[in-house]
């Protein structure tokens, strides 16, 4: 494994004000006990609330925090004590940070990089090439930073992040405040790098489509503790997530009319357009029943939204 | 050496981006120029002619090199470092495989050779052409002086880390700056000449703070106030200070990064 943490914790003494001049201390713990591991070549989701301890564990996993308690070793090695040596093998992207000289054009900041890393010509001339095939980086990049957009920039972070070849990239909120093609450019690079296997990659995000579209495992933390790890559908069979089928009809709805496997949730539009929910049953079956049972003109499978069945789970986390 | 190179060269490009603001700031110290010129010259004429030991033309000198090394020093201008630990920016600077005191080193070391070609030269050249500087007796001074102003932007530089460093537990360093502000005009040489405080003043200016090191010993130097006999101690005291406050910013680094909380999530 290339990521492994047991009993993760990181405290943090927080001051409050009673009275007029006393100040109460008291510990918040912001990662209360997580336990994780990574296999090489994965790409995982590491998702939970707002103040849940994502930023955190990633800061933990990278050296830049102490942990309270607890080990954790990445790529063989334990992170704070060997911060410099790690930061060689891990890439990070911190959506709201930046890595890049703002006052220089981007070219400039990759060949500083190039240095700073000491990443020989040859790789660092290919890994550009192919970022900048992938993501588009042609038409801006010797446009100093503080001029590109947030998707420019980005995509330039993600670049940043890859030119030494790091074993493990940590992405936390790629996304954020993303337009819709800067975030399509994103999500593509990343499903292409998974597909290459070569580059572990842990990702937060509150994208729930940024999960849904690349990640085959997903962590979910809240309260600096895991409560979920497993897959997306792993998931929707805990919180009974269940698929939707919505179906236009010639004839209406015989109200007396049942099909094993679903439950009607609605009858709307004088009895013509009714809505199914299915309870574990192939959707082909409930359809082939019910077209045998009263003419369709129209029909619609919904699969379980992921924002709900992530609500659900935050909520009865809370 | 690839490494420092290709950070002070970026140091030096990044400033060499801001055209107007060198021209801005280098019309502004030509100004204050002549206004400290003025100022000193006639106290020196009151006096009889020389002031505290510097004649007319090294007094002129004095102005228009402490003008110029204004810059250079940048003590009135904190760095990123503070602003970066504030907003959580800091991250990055930390994972990187290398030190970020040596990375904000070199690159202020690119700043200062910027500097030294754009703001430096003007006013000298300003101060030349309208009073008459002093010319070196000693052609040793003018390698001596080069040195020693690389040593006072180490000392500046330095120093302006440690109070970003503040950042760490303050959060905001303004009135920590502010204090380094006044100090570093007020008892470095840069607005008169540390010789007319009190004698056991200056000397306690000399022996324990890194002031003096920022402009009066490069100053001197350059205006050769007491020949070599006293510009090698005084360069020698600046490259003390060089390693003094250097090693004083990897011990309070280490004690920052230990408690360090990332600010916004």
Partial sequence: MIISARGLRKDFTVTRKVGRFRRERHVVSAVDGVDLTVERGELLGYIGPNGAGKSTTLKMLTGVLYPSAGEVTVCGVEPVAKRTTLAKRIGVVFGQRSQLWWD?????????????????????????TRCTELLGLDEFIHTPVRQLSLGQRMRGELTAALLHGPEVLFLDEPTIGLDVLSKQAVRDFLGELDQRGDTTVVLTTHDLADIEKLCRRLVVIDHGRVVHDGTLDELHTRYRSRRVVVADLDAPWPTDLTLPGAEVTAVEADGHRVTLTLDGIAAGEVVAALARAVPLRDLSVQEPEIEDVIARLYRSEA | MRVPRALIVAGFRRYATYRQATVAGAFTNVVFGFLRCYILLSIAESAGGSMVGYDPTQLVSYVWLGQGMLAVVNSWTMLDLAERVRSGEVVSDLLRPIDPLWTYMWTDLGRGGFAMLTRFLTPLVVGELCFGVYVPDNPLTYPLFLLSVVAALLVGFACRYLIGLCAFWLLDVRGVSMMWVFFSGAASG????????????????????PFPSLMQASLDIAVERGGLA????????????????????RWVQTRAVRRLVVQGG
Avoid: K
């Avoid at chain 1, 220089?104 to 290919?126: K, M």
């Fill in chain 1, 104 to 128: 220089l054009p981007l070219g400039e900041s990759f060949a500083l990089l190039r240095h700073i890393y000491r990443v020989p010509d040859t790789d660092h001339a290919a890994r550009l």
């Fill in chain 2, 190 to 209: 840069l607005y008169f000449p540390l010789a007319v405080l009190p004698d056991w003043l200056a000397t306690a200016l000399w022996a324990v703070t």
């Fill in chain 2, 230 to 249: 006293h510009g090698l101690p005084a360069f020698g005291a600046q490259v003390v200070w060089v390693v003094l406050s250097l090693l004083a910013c």
